[in-house]
C-alpha cells in the first residue's frame, strides 16, 4: 500500500478534501461538503469510480469530517486501510512568521489564532479544520501548508506599500501573496513540460479560478504577485473586486454610512464578476453574453481588461520573458478567456496558435504559435497534491 495523504481545505461553511499518494502522485479519493451549519447540507465522495452524496443537517465542520468517513466506509474504503500517514491543511495566511510546511503543535495553532486578524475570512476556517482533524485522528501527524509561502521572499520593491513605514512595520502591512502552492506548482510543472530547468526561464503564471491571481516568476523564484496584503488586491475573479480605489472603501464608510464589514462583505463576496454581472461561472457568463446580456459583456471586458493590464505590467517587470502558463477553472477550460487576454500582443513576443487554443483537451499543453517567442501552456494546477508532497517533506 502506498503511504496516503489526507488534504483538507476548510472554508468557512464548507470542508473540501482529497486523499492523495505523494508518490506516484495519485488522487484516490476527493469530495466536499457543503452548506455546513444547515439542514441541507450537500456531502459529495468520489471513491474509487464510485460517486456517492447525501444531504442531511450537519451542524459543523466536526460532524462534516464525520460524515465524511462514513461516506469513505460506505464506499469500502476504511481509515486504517487507506494507509493514512498523515494529514496536510492548506492555512491561507502564514504571516511574515511560517513559510514552510509546519508540522502541527498547540503553539502552532496558538499563533495561528492570532494571526486571524491579518486573514478574517480565510484563516479562521483552516483553523478550525486543523482542530477537528486532530480531534478525530488523534495518532496522525497534522501538517500546515501556507498559501503564502511561495511568495515570502518577494522582493521588497513587490512587496512594500508606498505607505508610512512606520504604521506599516507596526501592522505588518506589506504584500504576502496568495495560490503560492498552485504558483510554484504550476510553474515547475510548466519547466519540467518544457524539459529546461526552472532556474534558467523566466515566467508568468495565471492562476484564475474563482479566486485569481497573476505571478512573474525568475529561476523559479517569484518577484511580483497580484495579490496583496489579503487575497482581495490584483484581478478581478469571480466574486473579489481586486485593485479598487482605497478612496471607495473611506467614501462608503463616511458617506453611505456602509459598516466596515459591510464595505469587505461587499467588496469579497458581491463585487468581480459577479457583482457586475449577477454571476460568478464563466459558463454561464457566455451564455448571457450570447443572449445579448449588457451587464454580462461589461463584467467580462472588465476582466479581460485588468488580466491584459497584468500580462503587460508582469512582461515589463520581467523584461524577457520564456513562458506564460494559463491554469485554474477559467484558465484550463476557457480558451476565449486566453484567446482575449494575449489577442494582438505579437509585438510583444506572444502568438497563439487559434488552433491549439481551442482543442479540448486535458493535460499539460502548448498553445502558442511553434514561432511565438514566448511560449504559452495551459497546466492544470492539482495543489491538493502539491500539499501533500509538501507535508510528507515536512515529516522526513
Ligand atoms: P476555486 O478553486 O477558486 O474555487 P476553480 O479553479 O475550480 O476555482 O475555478 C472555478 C471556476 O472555473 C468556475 O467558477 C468557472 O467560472 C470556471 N470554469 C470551470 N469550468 C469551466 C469551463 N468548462 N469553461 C469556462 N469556465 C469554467
Known sequence: MQPAVLVLNCGSSSLKYSLVEPDP?????????????????????????????????????????????????????????LGLVAVGHRVVHGGREFYRPTVVDDALIARLGELAPLAPLHNPPGVLGIEVARRLLPDLPQVAVFDTAFFHDLPDAAAAYAIDREVAEAWGLRRYGFHGTSHQYVSEQAAAFLG????????????????????????????????????????????????????????LGRTAGMATEDIENMLNRRSGVFGLAGHNDFRELHKLIENGDAAARLAYDVYIHRLRKYIGAYLAVLGNTDVISFTAGVGENDAMVRRDALTGLAPLGIELDEHLNESPANGPRVISAENSPITVLVIPTNEELAIARACLGALH
Not at 464510485?50 to 476504511?78: I, Q, Y
Open 196 to 251: 529546461v530547468d526552472p532556474a534558467g526561464i523566466s515566467q508568468i503564471v495565471l492562476h484564475l479560478g474563482n479566486g485569481a491571481s497573476a505571478s512573474a516568476i525568475v529561476g523559479g523564484r517569484p518577484v511580483d504577485t497580484s495579490m496583496g496584503m489579503t487575497p482581495m488586491e490584483g484581478l478581478v475573479m469571480g466574486t473579489r473586486s481586486g485593485d479598487v480605489d482605497p478612496g471607495i472603501v473611506f467614501y
Open 25 to 81: 502522485g495519485t488522487s484516490v479519493a476527493h469530495g466536499i461538503v457543503e452548506r455546513i451549519g444547515s439542514d441541507h447540507a450537500l456531502a459529495t465522495l468520489a471513491y474509487g469510480g464510485l460517486k456517492v452524496s447525501r444531504e442531511r443537517r450537519v451542524t459543523d465542520h466536526d460532524a462534516a469530517l464525520r460524515l465524511t468517513f462514513e461516506m469513505f466506509a460506505e464506499a469500502g474504503g476504511h481509515l486504517e486501510t
